[in-house]
């Protein structure tokens, strides 16, 4: 059987008989008719966000596995409803597939797919299929909510709020760049490149302790993603380059190249989040369950201080919000 045979409506009852529906879900309706009809919870707002995965501009077929292609497709957007504190909900995908795409390749890639949303809570309720005579394209849109006073924008960051960044930085830019030099990259590494995780718990848990000032998630770099913080909040920020957290092969790649550390300021795709906390709230930090560390990496400054970093030595600099730009050189 290939897609041929199958056809596009052959397809998406594929992908309909794949999905489990829950009862206490709140859709009336998935896939299947002409929209999905949807409860939310009493008293939360509607999160959405969506994200465009390319082939070749953001994937390679021989660098991934489809499998992890559609959990990571799933994690890059749930990770946007994470950094708004939000809970995700409902899931849209979006294919358009050359017509000479192996079927094997799309069942991994929606078992993958699916298996993510129900990691994270989502299920998939609805999308658009066609065929494509460029690249495959892969559009998902999600849907989360949250109780309307716990949204967590970009915009609150305050002077002498603290920075704080979840996990650790760097690692998928790493094993990107030991793709791109034709080297397999250690299996940490890859892990974190190619099966991203959003960090749905760490999010909530801040937004139900009304902790962060204000949150952004780490999927362009964290100069950049802190530039955009900044820029929204009106404020500057003095970040500490010794405190940046790196994994044990960052750290082993680094001691052999310094240079690398720059990976862990402006490489992408960590989907960390980002969030500043203030001088009263900071102690209610520790209290915070769920196993992914948080590490305090900088302070929030005044906007004509502009972004400055301070390296091991002591000695400050100004730094630009560099970071992954798709127009850009
Ligand atoms: P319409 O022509 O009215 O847009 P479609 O034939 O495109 O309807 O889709 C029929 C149903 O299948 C809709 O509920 C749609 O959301 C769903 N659907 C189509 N493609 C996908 C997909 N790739 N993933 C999930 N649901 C899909
Ligand atoms: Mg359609």
Same mark, same amino acid.
């Given at each position: 059987?290939?897609?041929?045979?199958?056809?596009?409506?052959?397809?998406?009852?594929?992908?309909?008989?794949?999905?489990?529906?829950?009862?206490?879900?709140?859709?009336?309706?998935?896939?299947?008719?002409?929209?999905?009809?949807?409860?939310?919870?009493?008293?939360?707002?509607?999160?959405?966000?969506?994200?465009?995965?390319?082939?070749?501009?953001?994937?390679?077929?021989?660098?991934?596995?489809?499998?992890?292609?559609?959990?990571?497709?799933?994690?890059?957007?749930?990770?946007?409803?994470?950094?708004?504190?939000?809970?995700?909900?409902?899931?849209?995908?979006?294919?358009?597939?050359? =017509? /000479?795409?192996? *079927? %094997? $390749? !799309?069942?991994?890639? #929606?078992?993958?797919?699916? @298996?993510? &949303?129900?990691?994270?809570?989502?299920?998939?309720?609805?999308?658009?299929?066609?065929?494509?005579?460029?690249?495959?394209?892969?559009?998902?849109?999600?849907?989360?909510?949250?109780?309307?006073?716990?949204?967590?924008?970009?915009?609150?960051?305050?002077?002498?709020?603290?920075?704080?960044?979840?996990?650790?930085?760097?690692?998928?830019?790493?094993?990107?760049?030991?793709?791109?030099?034709?080297?397999?990259?250690?299996?940490?590494?890859?892990?974190?490149?190619?099966?991203?995780?959003?960090?749905?718990?760490?999010?909530?848990?801040?937004?139900?302790?009304?902790?962060?000032?204000?949150?952004?998630?780490? =999927? /362009?770099?964290? *100069? %950049? $993603? !802190?530039?955009?913080? #900044?820029?929204?909040?009106? @404020?500057? &920020?003095?970040?500490?380059?010794?405190?940046?957290?790196?994994?044990?092969?960052?750290?082993?790649?680094?001691?052999?190249?310094?240079?690398?550390?720059?990976?862990?300021?402006?490489?992408?795709?960590?989907?960390?989040?980002?969030?500043?906390?203030?001088?009263?709230?900071?102690?209610?930090?520790?209290?915070?369950?769920?196993?992914?560390?948080?590490?305090?990496?900088?302070?929030?400054?005044?906007?004509?201080?502009?972004?400055?970093?301070?390296?091991?030595?002591?000695?400050?600099?100004?730094?630009?919000?560099?970071?992954?730009?798709?127009?850009?050189?």
């Amino acid at each position: 059987m290939n897609l041929a045979q199958l056809g596009e409506f052959g397809f998406i009852e594929r992908i309909r008989q794949a999905v489990r529906e829950t009862a206490e879900s709140g859709v009336r309706i998935g896939i299947g008719d002409d929209c999905a009809v949807l409860e939310l919870p009493p008293g939360e707002l509607l999160l959405t966000s969506t994200d465009l995965l390319i082939e070749e501009v953001h994937f390679r077929s021989e660098w991934s596995d489809w499998r992890s292609l559609g959990e990571k497709s799933v994690a890059v957007n749930v990770s946007d409803i994470a950094a708004m504190g939000g809970r995700p909900r409902h899931l849209y995908l979006g294919l358009a597939i050359p =017509s /000479d795409r192996p *079927l %094997a $390749d !799309l069942d991994r890639f #929606l078992e993958g797919f699916l @298996a993510a &949303a129900d990691e994270y809570g989502a299920l998939l309720v609805g999308g658009d299929t066609c065929g494509s005579p460029g690249p495959l394209m892969i559009a998902v849109t999600v849907e989360g909510a949250t109780p309307a006073d716990q949204v967590i924008y970009r915009s609150g960051a305050r002077p002498g709020d603290g920075i704080y960044v979840s996990g650790v930085l760097g690692d998928s830019a790493l094993a990107l760049r030991c793709l791109r030099d034709g080297l397999p990259p250690e299996p940490e590494l890859a892990e974190r490149h190619h099966r991203p995780r959003a960090r749905v718990a760490l999010g909530r848990a801040l937004a139900e302790l009304a902790l962060p000032s204000a949150m952004i998630d780490v =999927s /362009d770099g964290l *100069l %950049a $993603d !802190l530039g955009h913080l #900044l820029r929204a909040s009106a @404020a500057g &920020a003095q970040l500490e380059s010794p405190r940046i957290p790196l994994s044990k092969s960052f750290r082993k790649a680094l001691a052999a190249d310094p240079a690398l550390m720059e990976l862990a300021m402006s490489g992408g795709e960590d989907y960390e989040l980002l969030f500043t906390v203030s001088e009263e709230n900071q102690s209610r930090l520790t209290a915070l369950s769920g196993g992914v560390p948080v590490t305090r990496i900088g302070t929030v400054t005044t906007a004509d201080r502009g972004l400055r970093l301070l390296g091991p030595t002591g000695r400050e600099r100004p730094v630009d919000a560099r970071g992954f730009n798709h127009f850009g050189s």
